[in-house]
Nanobody, 123 residues
Framework: VQLQASGGGLVQTRGSLRLSCAAS????????MGWYRQAPGKERELVAT???????NYADSVKGRFTISRDNAKNTMYLQMNSLKPEDTAVYLC??????????????????WGQGTQVTVSS
């Protein structure tokens, strides 16, 4: 069972990127999911969250520019980032509350983190 983030890259100011975060393996259910980011020398901060029902929450710094969404059938979450600014430069990490079955068929609840994807916005 793993959580895989992708879609980062280098973009100019006011550009756009779309990040993806996919859960794979013996997944039974994916509950709350979220994106976080961490810039060099700074604390990790919340970017946006989404519940399994689709309710969303955003950091003030990204409201109106970023959109979080998910495809429950694919166990995948997305972050559409528009009007990017240099201060958005960071490693973006995804997080998900997973329920999966282990090799013995037992249910396991796990708050999983993806490996992170680098977003760099040039001025």
């Amino acid at each position: 069972v793993q959580l895989q983030a992708s879609g980062g890259g280098l973009v100019q100011t006011r550009g756009s990127l779309r990040l993806s975060c996919a859960a794979s393996g013996s997944i039974v259910r994916v509950d709350d999911m979220g994106w976080y980011r961490q810039a060099p020398g700074k604390e990790r901060e919340l970017v946006a969250t989404i519940t399994s029902g689709g309710s969303t929450n955003y950091a003030d710094s990204v409201k109106g520019r970023f959109t979080i969404s998910r495809d429950n059938a694919k166990n995948t979450m997305y972050l559409q980032m528009n009007s990017l600014k240099p201060e958005d430069t960071a490693v973006y990490l995804c997080n998900a509350d997973l329920l999966y079955t282990d090799y013995e068929g037992q249910f396991v609840a796990w708050k999983a983190w993806g490996q992170g994807t680098q977003v760099t916005v040039s001025s």
